[in-house]
């Protein structure tokens, strides 16, 4: 794109991200200049960045193997999944290390602070709203129903607070954090129901998050691109339906309009775009907040859901500031 002035999209993402495909092909329809981009990997792999500092604020250019953007001329930030920053190969030990966090705070920085372009989201909101504990004090003040929690170190409250709850208690990791076992292989750690005599001291060794199993009928991902809102109701045979996408259904639903605002007003509070919600729906109709993954996946949703979806996003991006 060099010498072209048209503003560009700049996606922030890794190569295998198939999600990021379906919203570019949507804005490669649309004629949209896009740029794509993983800075903790192509920055070692023949792309540059560089900022000035002076009168009249930031500037400066992002250059790949095939463009060259002027960082003044970004129209809007798609921020997906980018990767983490690496150093240079050959690069180990303390010298790795500081050249991952110059990356992070350098690299990171100068994005974020981009001049007049529309985020979708800014890095920094998806970070405050990735903390569960925040989520939960989020959600009840916008004003959904939010299972009874409580995050501990303290293995008795765990016991007495699993003990008392009706429908039995779950567990579920805070962040999820990679793990591999004696073996060496990756672990996933899925939302699990748990029983107070299952509870070992070991809860003391970091923080545990125990909550209030819901006796759902089935679940919901809401996704939701501004003030469009796409809900499907996801029927499955597990606990957690992440664990066994194969065998999961998802058919569209109506959003009712007290979740409609409410998921406005968690949006208005974290200051996102984008937002993709899990409720457990009781027999009653109750849809009861789960989560919200501010950089959630959406694409294994129905045909027409995720079309739908790439659309909206593909609007935002291309309004840019104005969206």
């Known amino acids: 794109m060099a010498g072209d002035r048209q503003r560009a999209v ?17 804005l490669a329809e649309r004629r949209v200049p896009v740029v794509r981009v993983d800075p903790g ?51 180990d030990g303390q010298d790795a290390a500081f050249a991952r966090a110059e990356a992070y705070w350098g690299v990171g920085g100068i994005i974020a602070a981009l001049p007049g372009a529309h985020f979708v989201n800014h890095p920094w909101h998806n970070r405050a709203a990735e903390h569960k504990p925040a989520q939960l004090h989020a959600a009840i003040l916008s004003g959904f ?30 962040w999820n954090t990679p793990y591999r076992d004696g073996d060496g292989k990756a672990v996933q750690a899925w939302v699990s129901e748990v029983k107070p005599e299952e509870i070992t001291d070991a809860v003391a060794a970091c923080p545990h998050l125990f909550q209030a199993k819901i006796p759902k009928a089935f679940d919901v991902r809401l996704t939701a691109v501004g003030d469009r809102l796409f809900a499907a109701r996801v029927d499955s045979p597990d606990l957690d339906w992440r664990r066994r996408q194969d065998l999961l ?24 775009v984008f937002g ?31 079309d739908a979806i790439a659309h909206a996003l593909a609007d935002r991006l291309r309004k840019g500031p104005t969206a």
Not at 147 to 155: A, H, L, S
């Open 10 to 26: 700049l996606v922030l993402t890794n190569s295998y991200d198939a999600t990021a495909d379906v919203v570019l092909r949507v």
């Open 41 to 91: 990997v192509d920055l070692h792999n023949g792309a540059s960045l560089a900022a000035r500092y002076l009168a009249g604020g930031q500037r400066g250019t992002l250059t790949t193997t095939s463009r060259t953007l002027d960082l003044d001329r970004v129209r809007s930030v798609w921020y997906r999944r980018p990767s983490m920053y690496e150093a240079p190969a050959g690069m």
């Open 145 to 174: 129903s939010v299972p009874e929690t409580v995050i501990t170190t303290d293995p008795e409250q765990a016991r007495a607070f699993c003990a008392g709850r009706p429908h039995g208690a779950v567990y579920k990791p805070l």
């Open 249 to 272: 259904t998802c058919t569209p639903l109506p959003v009712p309009d007290e979740i409609a605002g409410a998921v406005a007003r968690y949006l208005a509070a974290f200051q996102l």
């Open 276 to 306: 993709a919600f899990d409720f457990a729906v009781t027999g009653d109709g109750q849809w009861w907040f789960l989560e919200c993954n501010p950089n959630g996946q959406w694409a294994f949703l129905p045909e027409a859901m995720t």
